[in-house]
């Protein structure tokens, strides 16, 4: 119905209603102020007011507490006993535990007290890696964090928990790598691959949830943070490959290899399957960075004179970011056809 | 109050209202609460007739631009088409790489989806840059100034503003002037007093033109890109005063004091919420002289990055703007992790201004509890 109405302000798309419209009509008289604050009150209820900012009061306010619990720990001010430190960081883990219990799951509330004692189980375990001086390696501080939150983070379904675990088991998986396997050359840059590979079964699930459960899918938000890891972690082996293909390993061709199959899988998925332009663009936008990549090392092999050389890659810039606009823009349309049947 | 009927659906995040334009009018005209319904509807799709080219093209646009143009100015000055000593033919150049931008966008034709049409945007875009690169590097030259730099910005940018018609190209050529300035005074004045009296009072020169430019409601829709330029560089400079400090690695001279960023970005917080409340008799109502108070008290513990990440948090939920909110969010992390490496203040001392500072926010949000002010819902 709305639809239809909005086809008579225009026909192509509906126009939301928004403060600036308000103010704008405001400020050329055509309404007056009693009509505006009418209308203020209608985009923006006192009691969305209230509860948008009781929201955002308590995300802020947690982040604030817990970065600040976690510069103090990190001071490791001599003066307080290692008796005080656990017991000052033990009683706040309760308390959030007990806080969730009582709020419940479905609740903000809920979800951030089990946020807090997440990041707190964290800051424990560096603490007591002080105190104890137990000669363990970093990365056994973040696979025993990991490992201990998972239940938290599955039940809790909280996007940003489960960000913070996926920044915990990738700093886990790059620790490892460099603390305890300890590759030779040859294998060094598997860990990109496997990076890759870890972020991509994560995203792997949320889309299946999203794709059949939506009610228990987790945020769009980071289903763009892990596209953005994937492409990033994936760009490396492939540029490694096309600078100095004679100094590749088997490593780097592996993940140019993989990297080659995600960019197409992304591709394949996010038009066909689960259309997301913005999942596209990144992907189209490292292809583009990959494609500027091979330009330049053919550009700079062929031809000695510098001006050519600039001038080839001037024109192949433009060429390509073009290309790209143009078929992002095609796919946005078809996806807006495929929509509207 | 408004009836919850009339409410279209509640948007992703829960707790705003979206509202299609067509049923606003309707309910404001069905309460007899404006007179002219057809000049208002016409009033709304003339705002809205400027195209709106998607932020992930844009991004593509700035990025391809950038790197072309970047490029083609290597090969102009590699062939010795151009002389970069030359300094009038640094600006007749520029002349002649700006009058084919716009040419170029005029003659694009409308057709967004054509191959030509595009090709033509993006090389147009590409010009331009190339044009104002030179501009900028041609008026320094001849002034002989480094403050050139943002002169030569400066007026590049006010030519060609309502000329070309690129929200991007208007973005960053406003976002560089006023980068360009910070940076100056930051390197070029020696005298810190003088040097910090300047940086505050650009500071505040750039909230005051901020805060026209979202209150002032005949505003047009060109200069929301100065809008976003304005706002960026506040992010910018907080960061970048957070990474300042009196034994700092970056600069081993003197402390640039945040205290009166700090009583700024206090007053801004408050002026937002004010004007997020609508009116001056919403001003008395409990919930917001509270959040004023808070506000305050905040200022007086807190850090600029906090403040400011506050405000905009604020103004993107109050414009249904959620790239504001977005710029919000990302400032909070940029400032804290930049905060954790300054070395001015202590871990122990900077966990009290963000413990503190989180309590206050936390207070507030068990007040409104207390008072069951969200309790409708």
Known sequence: MNTKKSENIESDKIIMADRRMV???????????????????????????????????????????????????????????????????????????????????????????????????????????????????????????????????????????????????????????DQAAMPLREAEFMIFSYLALLNAFFLGIREYFAYDRPDRAIGRWLKVVLTISILSLMLIPIISLIVEPGRATSAIKFGAFLGFIIHGAFLFCYFFKIPDMWVLSLTALSLCVIIEVICFKLVIELFKFESIFFLLLGISTLGIFTGTIICLRKIARNMEARDAR | MPDKISMDKYSPDGYSTDISAQKFVDILSNKGLIEGKGQIEHFIVSREMEKRIPLYLRILFGIGAFLSSSFFIGFLGSAGIIDFDSKPGLVIWSVIFIIAAVVLQKTSGDNENGSLHNFMVQSSFCSMAIGKILFVAGLTLILNTIWGIPLAAFIITLITYNVYKMSVDRFLSSFVVLYSVMWIIMLEMKEPGLREMVLNLFFLFQLIITAALLTYGKTKREYIPLFYAFIFSLCVMVVFLTSQSEIGYAWREVIISTVFINIELTISLILVIAWAAGSSDNMKKEPVLLACCASLFLGFISAPGILLSISLLILGYANHEKLLSLMGALLMIFFMIYFYYSLDLTLASKAAVLISSGMVLLAGRFYIKFRQMDSEV
């Open chain 1, 23 to 177: 103010e704008e009509l405001y400020a050329h008289g055509l309404i007056n102020g009693k009509a505006r604050l009418y209308a203020l009150d209608l985009l923006y209820p006192a009691v969305k007011w209230a509860l948008w900012v009781s929201r955002i009061l308590l995300v802020v306010g947690s982040a604030l507490v817990l970065s600040g619990i976690i510069y103090f720990y990190a001071f490791n001010w001599a003066k307080i006993t290692p008796k005080v430190k656990f017991i000052s960081i033990e009683i706040p883990v309760i308390a959030c535990l007990a806080a969730c219990l009582y709020f419940g799951l479905n609740r903000i509330s809920g979800k951030m007290s089990i946020l807090a004692a997440s990041v707190l189980l964290g800051v424990f375990l560096a603490v007591f890696g002080q105190i104890y001086q137990t000669g363990a390696d970093a990365f056994q501080l973040f696979m025993v964090w990991g490992i201990l939150i998972l239940p938290w983070v599955i039940i809790a379904r909280f996007d940003s928990l489960w960000l913070i675990w996926l920044v915990i088991v990738n700093l886990f998986a790059a620790l490892y790598w």
